[in-house]
């Protein structure tokens, strides 16, 4: 598990604390993946390299990774609240 603090906001890998209602509700706002089911989501979250990004204790953003933890990642699902847009979170 990784842990990045700064400012309010912290970055962790920790997939237990991602809620997966809260990834639909960031995905239905997406042109991507809108209709994805909350069951898909579970599972990429399951199958996947993810990072929660939290602004005080609420998921605020989500991010995830497939790989093969040696030479293929592809990043996927990047996606920050737009109220927290402006503080420059994706690039971190």
Do not use: P, Q
């Not at 042109?31 to 399951?46: F, G, N, V």
């Not at 991010?63 to 971190?92: F, P």
């Amino acid at each position: 598990m990784m842990r990045w603090e700064f400012g309010r906001y912290t970055i962790n890998t920790d997939k237990s604390l991602i809620s997966a209602d809260r990834v639909k509700e960031f995905l239905s706002d997406s042109y991507w993946a809108r209709d994805r089911s909350k069951e898909l989501i579970e599972k990429t979250i399951e199958n996947s390299f993810c990072y929660g990004v939290y602004h005080e204790e609420e998921l605020i953003g989500f991010a995830r990774v497939v790989t093969d933890y040696s030479t293929i990642v592809w990043i996927s699902d990047v996606y920050i609240d737009r109220i927290h847009r402006e503080k420059v979170l994706a690039k971190k």
